[in-house]
């Protein structure tokens, strides 16, 4: 008895000894946080797991199946489509927007008339709200008499039926996409840019080195780290973006441009299958995720 009333004395003093005032002050302020996420987040989460498992609809609670959903999205070629276009879209408007991003970041370090109101104007496609740009831009290409293909009629071209053509939509929603997402990309590269210190680019110049060779060995190891948060943060937005291919052309000719979102989208509700629904949604947060795993375990290789 006596040791086992040492044992609750020993554990009690290591108790005090790591629940210090400042970490009980911490918990209790991060407690209601972290109260908000459990029902805000994880509720909905766990549920939309235990649907996955389940043939319900919109209407009714179904029974479990086990694996079946999970089973029949794998046998779905819709699926394999929809993971397919959203690995181009990803992959496309990353690359599209680091290119002119930083690209124009690079361009806007340079003092020159008017810099501050081409900063404001370059980042008007991503103030606009994404109803108001992308419907402007389907007016702008949906037929014959669009814009687009007025200015192709001045040249002496034919139409381009833009919305009619699954490569055509491809396109489209692809430029959109990166017209959206690149002033997001230009403002996080140019507060990363102007952080650099200058001293690296003088001591470069005094080495001989040219102006490819300081961008390569001094800009891009600098701006690194920023680079990969961003592409991983445009990989999430781009494969969860639902509004640019569905507002655009609802899927496209032959579902051309259906994610893996919009199928989640139409499974749910015009199909009314909430259980296959739910598989693509968690298949797809699996997916994201080992590509975070995976980029993360590569960046820490490289240190």
Sequence with gaps: MTDISLQRVDWRQRARQVLTPDLRMTLALLLPSLLLMIVVIGYPMIQGFW?????????????????????????????????????????????????????????????????GLFRVLLLLPWIVPSLVAIVSWRWMVNDDKALFNQIIGLF?????????????????????KIWRSFPFMLLSLLAALQTIDRTLYEAAEIDGATRWQSFWHVTMPAISGISIVLCLLMTVWTVNDFDTPWLLAQGGPANATENLVVLAYRYTFARNDVGMGAAVSFVTLGLLMLIFIGILRLQGGKR
């Design 51 to 115: 649907y996955s498992f389940t043939n319900g609809s919109l209407l009714k609670a179904g029974r479990f199946v086990g694996f079946r959903n999970y089973g029949k999205l794998l046998a779905d070629p819709a699926f394999w489509h929809a993971l397919q276009f959203s690995f181009t879209f990803a992959v496309a408007n990353i690359v599209g927007c680091y290119t002119l991003g930083l690209g124009l970041a690079l361009m806007l370090q340079k003092d020159f008339p008017g810099r």
């Design 156 to 176: 002496g071209g034919d139409p381009v039926y833009f919305l009619s053509s699954s490569n055509w939509t491809i396109a489209i929603v692809i430029v959109i």
